[in-house]
C-alpha cells in the first residue's frame, strides 16, 4: 500500500485557492480594506473640518449702523470730548458700580483708556466684527495692548468693554 504524504495546501485546500487578483494586483478583500480605512479616516476628519471656525460677516444693515456710530465715535475722540464719548458708553461701564455714570466714566475711565495714542488708534484703525458667546454683536478696534469693544444693544452701538490685547 501506498502512501501519499500530503502537504498543508492539498489536505485542506484552503490555502491552495487561489484568491482572484485585480488589475492592480490586489485582491478583493485588501481593495475592500483600503475602502473602510478610507472612510474612517474621512469620517474622523468631518467633525474637525465642520469646527473650523467660520469667520462672521456682519450684515448690510447692521454694518451701516455701525458704521453711523463709529463716524461719531471718532469724531468725540478727534474733539477728546468725554463728555461725548460717555454718552456712547454702556454705563455701568463693564457692569463696575464704581463707574455707574458719566462723571465717574469720565474721570476714571477716559483718562486712562483714551489716550491721545488709543484715540489716533481708534480713529484710523478698522474695527474687526464678531459674534460673541451670547449672540451680541460686536466690533473690536485693536489698539496696541488694548482691545476696545462696542456693542449692538436695543439703544444702537455702545462702547461696552475695554481689556487686554492678549
Request: proline share 5%.
Amino acid at each position: 500500500m501506498s502512501q501519499k504524504v500530503l502537504n498543508a495546501t492539498d489536505h485542506h485546500g484552503f490555502l491552495s485557492v487561489e484568491r482572484p487578483r485585480l488589475v492592480d494586483g490586489r485582491s478583493r478583500p485588501v481593495r475592500f480594506l483600503l475602502r473602510i480605512l478610507l472612510v474612517t479616516a474621512l469620517v474622523n476628519l468631518a467633525p474637525a473640518v465642520a469646527q473650523a471656525p467660520k469667520q462672521a460677516v456682519a450684515s448690510p444693515a447692521l454694518q451701516k449702523e455701525f458704521d453711523g456710530f463709529i463716524e461719531k465715535f471718532r469724531a468725540a475722540l478727534k474733539a477728546n470730548d468725554s463728555a461725548a464719548v460717555a454718552s456712547m458708553t454702556r454705563l455701568p461701564f463693564m457692569n463696575d458700580k464704581a463707574i455707574r455714570d458719566a462723571a465717574q466714566f469720565r474721570a476714571k475711565t477716559y483718562p486712562t483708556s483714551f489716550t491721545a495714542k488709543n484715540r489716533a488708534c481708534i480713529q484710523r484703525g478698522k474695527a474687526v466684527y464678531d459674534r460673541d458667546q451670547e449672540n451680541n454683536d460686536n466690533y473690536f478696534a485693536f489698539c496696541g495692548d488694548l482691545i476696545f469693544v462696542f456693542t449692538k444693544t436695543p439703544a444702537g452701538f455702545l462702547f461696552t468693554d475695554v481689556g487686554a490685547n492678549d
